[in-house]
Each structure stands twice: as structure tokens, then as C-alpha cells.
């Protein structure tokens, strides 16, 4: 759901005041709908667990559906997100709701990383003391969450490059690769008896939900901290700015993601003071027009100074005593 357009008719363009669209997420509607899907399937994968789960007495199984209630938790989040995303920018919230997106993902996660605290718990025990399990319902009912949770999980492959979905696609094929765990467990105490195969499965199920938890918060921390963006190399775009014909220098860089391959940066730069306005105005496209097409920054804010403008290169807002 990228946000930065690249604009065919650079040099007598009329000036747009952002490149990144803050009203609007591409594919939206086709996020949505996916989505739609994806929550249908995820209940009826839940059901068909907790079913199977109770009559095999499989702790692995019954990981796997709770695992898959956080799966349907998580798509209905982020099916909510995608809707508030849309919403337009207003007085109060001047950037829109996109990162509402970013919200959306660190909650799914922080779930993630309880259920595999629980999942973990519940398989310690039963380490310690393991029950019969049912090996041939685990199987067939592992069966269908691996089928099911893999069409869910690659059909929104296409959307992948939205943290929000990314996140949800994680749960998902988390699930998928949780009850592929489960498959081998099933035919592994079908044919041993050994039960202990069903909570250290469970276990292996609860360090890989744990794995890509701490991921998705890692990137949405990035992006909540108002970091540079991970594929952004900030000296690089500080020297090329710098390149541009008739830029002294420049300070006060700050370069930020507002939600997922929606990148900002802000600057001072500084030119020479008999330059006419329309000169600098120049400038500015030349900055907007290779900050979007060179490192998808889309919205860009530039101050523009002469060489006797005082300024301090440091935080926006300062401590004051």
C-alpha cells in the first residue's frame, strides 16, 4: 500500500505540496477484501481445531487454535485499520489515520508474544507429565488448517509491503507452518505412542510465534520513533541533496516513515540569498523530484535559507529550563 507517486511531467508540473497521498492507500480495496476472506476461513479453521483438539486431547492441536484465535483477532484488526487508514486528514489529526496501520501491528504482535508465553507454559507441563493423544484426528485436523492457512496467507502476499498486513500474513502463515508441526507430530504418535512429540511440538510452535512477534515490533518501533527508514541511507540522501545545483548545504534532516513505504523528510537548506523565489521554487522540484524517484520519499518539507540565516542543527523541540 505504497503512498509516494511518481509524476511523469517533472519540470512545469504545478506544485503539489505532497507526493504522498495521505487520504488514500493503494489496493486498499483489495486489502479489504482479502481480508474479508481471510476472517471467514479463520473461524472456520478455528472451529474445525478446537474440535479436533478436544477429541484428541492434543495440546499441540489446541496451540495451534488458540494461535489461530489470535490469527482471526489480528486479520479483523487489521481489516478495521484498512477502513480507519481511508479516513481523511482533519484539524486535529493533520497526517490522515494511516498509522493506525503501525498501531494495528504492534498490537497483533505484543498478542503474538502473550499466546506464545502461554503456548510455552502449557507445553512445560506437559513435558513433565505427558497424555495420550489421539494421533489420527491431530493429523486430519492439521491437515485442513495447513490448506486452509496457506491460501489465506498467500493470497495476501500482494499486500505484503504494508506492515499492518504483513503482520496479519505472519500470523497466518505462522499458523500454517504451526499445524505442518502438528501433521509430523500426528503421524509421529500415530505410529510410536511417544505423546511427548505433541508439547515439545507445541513448544517449537511457541518460539516460532515468539520469532516473528519480535520482528513486526522491531519495525513498528522503527516507524513509532519517527526513525529513517530501513532501506534509507541517511548520509546518502543528506549528499545528494547537497549535489543539487545551487544548495550550499543543508541541516536540520530529519527522514521518517508516516506508515509503511510512506516516507517524509524535512530540511533546511541553504542557497544564496539573491536568488529570486522562483529560482528557489526550482530547487524544491529538483529536491522533491529525486527524493521520490531515487528513495520513494514522497513527502517532502523544505525551508529554504541564505548563508546569514542563523539556525542550531539539533532537536526540533528543545528542553528548556
Known sequence: MACNHAHEDRPNESHQHSRCDLTACAHVHAARDKLKIAVVLGILILAVEVTGGIFAN???????????????????????????CTNPPSKSMTYGYQRITILAALFNAVVLIGIAVFIGGEAYHRILDPQPVQGAILFFTAIIGV????YIGLGMRGEADNINIKSAMLHVLGDAAASGGVIIAGVVIYFTKWYIVDPIISLLIALLVAAGAWKIIRET????ME???EKIDFEEVAGTLRSIPGIIDI???????????CNAMSGHIVVDGNLTVSETQTIIRRIEDLLDRQYRIGHVSVQVEDRDHPHINGLLCAYRQ
Open 251 to 261: 541541516h536540520d534532516l530529519h527522514i521518517w516513515s508516516l506508515t509503511t513505504n
Open 227 to 229: 526513525g529513517a527508514p
Open 221 to 224: 518501533y522503527v516507524v513509532l
Open 147 to 150: 490448506v486452509i492457512n496457506l
Open 58 to 84: 492434543s495440546l499441540a492441536l489446541m496451540s495451534d487454535a488458540g494461535h489461530m484465535l489470535t490469527d482471526v483477532a489480528s486479520l479483523i484488526v487489521a481489516l478495521l485499520a484498512v477502513r480507519i
